[in-house]
Every structure is written in C-alpha cells, then in structure tokens.
C-alpha cells in the first residue's frame, strides 16, 4: 500500500482475528472455562485485561464493567475475582505461546546470519506491599515489588522468540542461559554487559554460531601478543585497537575490539565510576578508570568475517529492544495498574497480558509495514498506543479494525 495513494486501510489477519478463532480452546484446556456460560468467555477475559492495562485501572470492580461490555449477562466483581487462580495464569501462558511459536515461522533466509539474536529485560515496579508476591531489590525503605520481563527477539525479523516473567531481583545473568538452549548453527548472539558469561560464549561456539558482547568491567583480559589489557589501551595512541585476546581465569580466546571515547566523556564516565565506589567506600582501580576511556566489544567473528564497523554497527542495533521495551509502557498504563495490593495470580496474570499485547502490537506493525512502500517511515510506538486505543475503545471483538496510516509514521 502506497503512503501516498491511500492513508486508511485496515487489520485483520495474523492479528486478533486468529488468535479469537483458538482462545475458547486453550481457555478450556487450562481449565480457566469449563461451561459455556453468558457472563463469561475467553476472547472477553483477554479483552478485559487488555483494557485493565491500557487504561490503569485492574481493580475486580472496573474489570467486571468492561466484560459486561462483551458478554449478553454481567458478572458480580466478587465472582470475576474467583475467576483469578492459577488457571487463569495457565490460559494467559498458553496465549503467549501460541502467538510466539506461531511469530518464530515467519523467519527468512538467505542472510548473512540464520538469525540475530538478543535478549534483554525490563522492569515493571508494584506497590512494595506486593513484595511477597513479586520481590525487588530491597532499598533503605524496606522491601520493594516489581516484577521482570525478559524478552529473546530476532533482530533481523522483529520476531519474538522467546519471553517470560520473573521476579524484579532476580539477575539478568541467570536468565541468560534460557537463551542457549534456542541457539542454532549460523546465529548471531548481541550480548548485553548483564548477561556476560564466558562459558555461555562458549556453548553459543559449540553450535557453530557466532556472538558480540560488550567486556564487563571485572573481566580479566590478556592480549594474546603479550601485556594486559590496560597496558596496551594506556600505551597506545590511536583511536581503534584491534586485539586477540584471553578472557578471565578461562583463558577463552577472543577478539577484542576498543573504539577511544572523546577526553569529556571519557571523563564524566570516571567521575561516575568514582563517585559510585565512594559511596560504596571504595575507591576504583587504575586499570578500571583506564577501561573507562574506551568502547569494549569482544566477539568470536574474526576480520576476515567482520569489520570494526560492522561489528559496532550490529551491537548498536541493540536499540530495537529498547524501543519495543518504549513502546508498552508508553502505549498501556501499567506503571498505575501494578499499583494495587493484589494477590500473586491477578498480579501475573497482568504480566503476561503486557507480554501478549506487546506481542501482538508487534505483529501489527509488521502486518502494517508489509503493505507499505517505505515501511522505515512506520512508527512502533505510534503503532502501539494506536492498537491500545483500538482495544481500549472495542465493545465487542469484530474485526478487521480500521487504521489511518497518517497517524502512525514518524514525525
């Protein structure tokens, strides 16, 4: 569809339509709907929840208004809490599989990697009385809630690949090997500094795929020709250093890449970095304020397969995430409905609806791009709030919906 020849059009397949078509069936295998009943149904539970999120308001009382809205008989809020168990969680996980799995089909080949694979997190804070449900790191307040999303996505499709839910305090480092298990030959694998972990650089190796990483902080380097790592960072005098290198008590061999910063903001990450150990009462290591001077990337791609442009240019497209990550919050009101003392299972069941509507958000935008003549003009995060409007708005679910694409390309 051309930008230019035709502004609304509308949405319909790969989208809400087929995920209603089989809502009803995992609705019953999870147990959460067992009878037909007039007050209550899958695609108007899901529907609900989507509106609870986008809007801030998940109290039993509001939600039992908006699924009047899609069923012929209302249901009393005390029963629509009942309804909130582990079987609603199940229902909720069995969505987002289905969409994922369904997602990881639309790969394409004849790249110059199978896949480009990256997986980070995001918090979503509660109320810190929900810290029995959801702990977060403790503070001098006290205890604090929140609970963690941690997303795998092909960078080179926009799919996601895997994503899952877990407590705010647990550690992007112990989350990382659920990303191993998915590493297939010909991958690529971006490192965050949060899930640095040599032996997981080495499985990534061992299914013949390749990975870049930024070089933690603490991690011991030995250039391969001889000399620490500082020694040749503080010797030197250009602006690039391209090095063979050993990483930590492993000794696994590495290349290693170190892009200069400019003086000012080489300086200002030194400052940071002291002011962080003093109060700490500590105080930095020479050779660490000597790494702040520079960019640290290593990866297992040699020159012959990769520049010092390239490989920059592939970390950097880590920014993808951050905007999908950008998009739910700025589309849904999750921050005021997360606010409520809740029990585990309404509060869950609120994590995975973000995590089904950012997925599903995300599908219309690729559904939308497909169309267009320019797809880079496409914003996600118009595309998002416009797809909470639509769901927010909805008094039944009847598709297609329509879109104006003028409202949802970039400024």
């Known amino acids: 569809m051309s930008t230019t020849k035709r502004a609304n059009s509308t949405l319909s397949a790969a989208t809400l339509d087929q995920l209603f078509d089989k809502l009803d ?243 200002e990450r030194r400052r940071k970095k002291k002011d962080k150990r003093k109060r700490n009462g500590t105080s930095p290591k020479k050779g660490t304020l000597i790494r702040e001077g520079w960019n640290l990337y290593v990866t297992n791609l040699d020159s012959t397969e990769c520049s010092v442009e390239e490989l920059v240019g592939f970390y950097e497209q880590r920014w993808q995430i951050e905007i999908q990550f950008r998009s739910i919050k700025q589309s849904t009101d999750m921050k005021r409905a997360m606010q409520r003392i809740t029990n585990r299972h309404h509060l869950q069941s609120l994590v995975y609806t973000a995590m089904i509507f950012a997925t599903l958000s995300v599908s219309a935008y690729q559904l939308i791009a497909s169309k267009m003549t320019n797809p880079n003009r496409l914003s996600l995060e118009k595309t998002a709030r416009w797809f909470s409007q639509m769901i927010t708005s909805a008094t039944q679910p009847v598709l297609p919906i329509s879109y104006d694409l003028r409202h949802l390309l970039h400024d």
């Not at 012929?72 to 079987?87: G, P």
């Open 25 to 267: 069936a995992l609705a019953r295998s999870s147990g959460l709907i067992q009878r037909h009943s007039r007050k209550f149904s899958a695609q108007g539970f899901l529907l609900t929840l989507f509106r609870a999120i986008c809007i801030g308001d998940a109290s039993f009382q509001n939600m039992a208004v908006s699924l009047s809205r899609f069923q012929s008989a209302s249901m009393a809020r005390q029963s629509l809490h009942q309804r909130f168990t582990e079987k609603a969680v199940h229902f909720l996980q069995l969505v987002l599989a289905l969409l994922v799995s369904e997602r990881k089909l639309n790969q394409v080949g004849n790249r110059r990697f199978n896949r480009i694979l990256l997986q980070d997190s995001t918090q979503i804070w509660m109320n810190r009385k929900n810290a029995g449900h959801y702990r977060a790191v403790a503070n001098n307040g006290g205890n604090t809630a929140g609970a963690k999303v941690d997303l795998v996505m092909d960078l080179q499709s926009g799919d996601f690949i895997k994503i899952q839910e877990a407590e705010a305090y647990t550690q992007d480092r112990s989350l990382g090997p659920d990303l191993l298990e998915l590493v297939m030959e010909g991958d690529l694998i971006i490192r965050d500094l949060g899930y640095f972990d040599v032996s997981g650089f080495q499985r990534i190796e061992d299914e013949n795929a390749h990975w870049i990483s930024r070089l933690h902080g603490t991690a011991d380097v030995v250039v391969a020709s001889g000399g620490t790592l500082e020694n040749h960072l503080q010797s030197s005098s250009g602006s690039v250093l391209d090095l063979k290198v050993f990483m930590t008590a492993k000794k696994h061999r590495a290349r290693l890449i170190a892009i200069r910063l400019p003086e000012e903001i080489a300086n």
